[in-house]
């Protein structure tokens, strides 16, 4: 499984942007697809999940309420639409994928996008 992750940028804080991740290959073997990030310096973080088949999404406790991930299975494509950004988001962003996994940790996903920045700054 392949993933591009895109549609980051600069923005402001309290402004919406929408990060795509486009699969292609095996994506019928895919369990879960992810969005993780990563900011200077730190570890990368879970941030929202979302099954493949199914209607189940987990967040993380930071982004709850203010991000939404969706996936469009004609498309093979998975979206993170973020709300009220702070500068704390600000981040490489990642999505992830794996067949088997139900778990939140970068470790257990095995396909992985290039990555996508996000720069919240007035």
């Known amino acids: 499984v392949q993933l591009q992750a895109s549609g980051g940028g600069l923005v402001q804080p309290g402004d919406s942007l929408r990060l795509s991740c486009a699969a292609s290959?095996?994506?019928?073997?895919?369990?879960?697809f992810g969005w993780f990030r990563q900011a200077p310096g730190k570890k990368r973080v879970f941030v929202a999940a979302?099954?493949?088949?199914?209607?189940?999404?987990y967040y993380a406790d930071s982004v709850r309420g203010r991000f939404a991930i969706s996936r469009d299975n004609a498309k093979n494509t998975v979206y993170l639409q973020m709300n009220s950004l702070k500068p704390e988001d600000t981040a490489v962003y990642y999505c992830a994928a794996d067949p088997k996994t139900d778990g939140y940790s970068a470790d257990e996903y095995s396909y992985w996008g290039q990555g996508t920045l996000v720069t919240v700054s007035s």
């Open positions: 290959g095996r994506t019928s073997d895919v369990n879960i």
């Open positions: 979302v099954r493949w088949r199914g209607s189940p999404t």
